[in-house]
């Protein structure tokens, strides 16, 4: 005897549905769907990982399957989420691309490559990384097949990273005639910095009591710093502001005497200190120029340089013109100049001045 189905009010008759675990049910709250990270039966050892991205770049948190090497998507359940947080990042349920529960931190910045989970590579792929994302990620596939068993999780650590500016050291200051003061700045940077003052002439660290530091977030999330240093005046102070990003192993040293480089994100600015070496090695320059040009003048005048206005190439080297067209080489004994061909040789030879304009038969 066939049983009917309750139609509805169209006349549309609706098949029975499955139900499935009041734990997989993706309903209005996203709080339901961190009750996976219940379900601990079936699960192997838990991955855990960790991973350093910049600010501003993209990451890939891994979760790969170390044993199957291929997978039915629609026989597959994906969660990424931050368990500690109550945050859900991604997920992947057959047939249903919604992604109405993703938090709106990570919508449209977290993605999960269907081909890459067919081969049991579960990886996040999370863009543009800002300082928020410094999480531990939690990675929960289940498998319907084996009644919702979870057959793989991972625990991915992510860390955040910036650099800092290069620091700038004002010049010294003091209220007093017995107290010097330096401020050193440096912005932009992650983690929070460790800052320290060095003695310059001995590469020691001043104490840390002679500094006052203020490190404060900005509108980006990151770090910006200003340290004061206040130290009793001696002559010739030497000191150095240094700014320590521990997870990058970066130390930024700028020293405050003048002769050294100091500068903003962008660029490096010279102190004033270099300027006036600049312009004595400009002053050497032409002072060499004008020894040489003096020392050229007095060997011209030596040998007897013609006077004669400049007619160009041919005019001024006559010698080489005429070797061009001499039909035979001229003999030449031992020691002994070749004979003077050209008129203003021949004039030159005698003693005789060379008038400053040239008739046609001498040129």
Known sequence: MATSCPCQPAGYCLEPQPILPAFLVVSSSPGLL????????????????????????????????????SFDLNDLFVYW?????????????????????????YRNRAWLSPDSMKLGDFSLHLFNITPQDEQKFNCLVFRKSLELKKVLEAVVTLHVAANYSMP?????????????????????????????????????????????????LNSRGLYDVVSVLRIGRTPHVNVGCCIENVLLHQNLTVSSQAETFTGTRDKIIEKPGRTHKAQTAIFSVVAGFAVVALAVGWMCK???????????????????????????????????????????CRKLSEGKSVPSQLSPETR
Request: net charge negative.
């Open 302 to 344: 030596r040998k007897r340089c013609p006077l004669g206005r400049y007619a160009g190439a041919r005019a001024a080297r006559p010698e080489l013109e005429l070797a061009g067209e001499s039909a035979a080489p001229t003999q030449r004994g031992p020691g002994r100049p070749g004979p003077c061909l050209s008129p203003i």
């Open 81 to 105: 989420q931050i368990s500690e947080r109550n945050t859900v990042v991604t997920y992947y349920l057959p047939q249903n691309s919604s992604t109405a529960h993703v938090d709106s931190h």
């Open 34 to 69: 961190l009750l996976l990270g219940g379900l601990q039966a079936g699960v192997a050892d838990i991955q855990e990982k960790e991973v350093r991205a910049m600010v501003g770049s993209n990451v890939e948190l891994g979760c790969v399957s170390p044993e199957e090497s």
């Open 168 to 216: 700038v050291v004002s010049a010294p200051s003091g209220p007093s005639q017995d107290e010097l003061t330096f401020t050193c700045t440096s912005t932009n940077g992650y983690p929070r910095p460790n800052v320290y003052w060095i003695n310059k002439t001995d590469n020691s660290l001043l104490d840390a009591a002679l500094q006052n530091n203020t490190i404060s």
